[in-house]
């Protein structure tokens, strides 16, 4: 089986950091639900003399393992958020190359494109 790790990073120009960070948690865990899925929230150090976990908000390590199925659910559960919050976008990073996801590319006429870079940059046989 093939193992990826791909740092993604939500965006939300329109909600406070406080929503964002609830946002990712959730989101994270609902990830870590899926089978051949684990996320986590990206751990970075904070400003000096900040208190609190030291995470960047916004930002989850994803490891997923290359078998049928991943990248569709992993599709689905964008679109699930960004029916509940149009303004969500999810950057995917993979070494150099970036992908930008947002509520347009989940549109039903996007959803193949979507697919297609997606499996790309991820790199799944899927």
Known sequence: MNHQEVFLRLEDKGSSQSALLTVSREFTERLSREPNM?????E???PR????DPITIGA???SMVGSRGVISSLLGILKSYVERKPTLAFEFQRGDAKLTVRAENLEPKQLDKTTQA???LIGSGE
């Open 118 to 120: 997606l499996r790309r």
């Open 44 to 46: 970075s150090p904070g």
């Open 38 to 42: 684990m996320a986590l929230l990206s």
């Open 49 to 52: 003399g900040s208190k609190g």
């Open 60 to 62: 989850i390590v994803l």
